[in-house]
């Protein structure tokens, strides 16, 4: 090699030297190619990986739905054909999909209880808060045979409309829809449910009588179709009932039925399956009333009790807002 090539080389590794000094003390250290550093290490089992553990068996539960309010009702969740009670008493039976409708009385307390009694003794309950309502009072003028059955024939027509209602009352049919009502009518309300009515006689052949308003009046005229506010089965459909005049009583499921009345027409009959929004008939004045109008009633009826009396009319405005719990 010449000594002038010899100075070139010299050159440039003096160059890459101080190309390196430039480096800042943030820059990385080269990695260490050295053999003597290097060690082999051996390779780390994967650690061993155990089975989860089994899930536990869901828990038993109960969820309510509102709103909750006198007079409403609750929806609940549990396990499907769960005995269900109201503050201690059983009260209903959850359905195939767990649901159980439970009516409140117009007095219910500020707070009741609702329990599940499922199988093994398995058991579990929610506090659910009530809403109070207020009600008004209102006076009705009345002829003494709208009052009360004056006459022999009409004492024996009301006692055959009570047997009548009596016995299909106590039959049961299983739901055929989620709980999700309409109303049976379009139009103006006008006695609302819960009123307290005094019932005062025209002539003086009678005496006045009180009564609590047990469903929601719908200003409508003769002649306007009535709709079934949910599917169900027709417990009894009857042209001229007593103090209902013709009437559609129709079994919704869980302890529920609709009673549409004072109807001029009835288009279903007795043990007929029935849509939502299928004709039920059409609206008229029959039966006690002081002009045309529809009344829906709701009732519900507890399951485990053979005692009719028990059971209670609902408000159908408050159950038009029932929604099942998420
Ligand atoms: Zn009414």
Request: aromatic residues 4%; proline residues 9%; glycine residues 10%.
């Amino acid at each position: 090699m010449e000594a002038a090539e010899r100075q070139g080389i010299v050159g440039v590794l003096v160059a890459i030297v101080l190309l390196a000094g430039c480096a800042g003390p943030s820059a990385p250290a080269p990695p260490d190619m050295s053999g003597a550093s290097a060690v082999v290490a051996e390779p780390t089992p994967p650690p061993l990986i155990e089975p989860p553990p089994e899930p536990p068996p869901p828990e038993f539960a109960i969820v309510c739905g509102g709103p909750a309010k006198q007079g409403g009702a609750i929806l609940c969740r549990t396990a499907p054909n769960t005995d269900v009670s109201l503050d201690g008493k059983l009260i209903a039976k959850a359905d195939e999909d767990g649901l159980a409708l439970i009516g409140l009385r117009r007095d219910a307390p500020a707070a009741v209880e609702v329990g599940a009694h499922g199988p093994d003794g398995k058991g579990a309950s929610v506090s659910v808060e009530v809403l109070a309502r207020t009600d008004t009072v209102s006076k009705f003028e009345m002829s003494c045979k709208n009052i009360a059955p004056q006459s022999k024939e009409d004492k024996h027509k009301a006692e055959v409309s009570w047997l009548k209602k009596d016995k299909v009352m106590s039959l049961f049919s299983a739901p055929l829809a989620p709980v999700a009502l309409i109303k049976p009518a379009e139009g103006p309300y006008s006695s609302a449910y819960g009123v307290t009515r005094t019932y005062v006689p025209k002539t003086k052949d009678c005496e006045g009588s009180t009564s609590v308003h047990n469903g929601q009046d719908i200003a409508i005229a003769t002649g306007t179709e009535i709709h079934a506010p949910m599917a169900g089965t027709v417990l009894l459909a009857d042209p001229d009932l007593y103090y209902e005049g013709g009437a559609v009583f129709l079994d919704l499921g869980r302890g529920l039925v609709s009673v549409t009345m004072h109807m001029s027409k009835v288009e279903v009959q007795t043990g007929d399956t029935v849509a939502q929004g299928q004709l039920l008939g059409l609206s008229g004045a029959t039966g006690r009333v002081t002009g045309p109008h529809l009344h829906w009633g709701l009732k519900f009826r507890n399951v485990f009790s053979d005692d009719r009396g028990t059971d209670i009319w609902l408000d159908p405005m408050v159950l038009l807002e029932l929604k099942a719990p998420d």
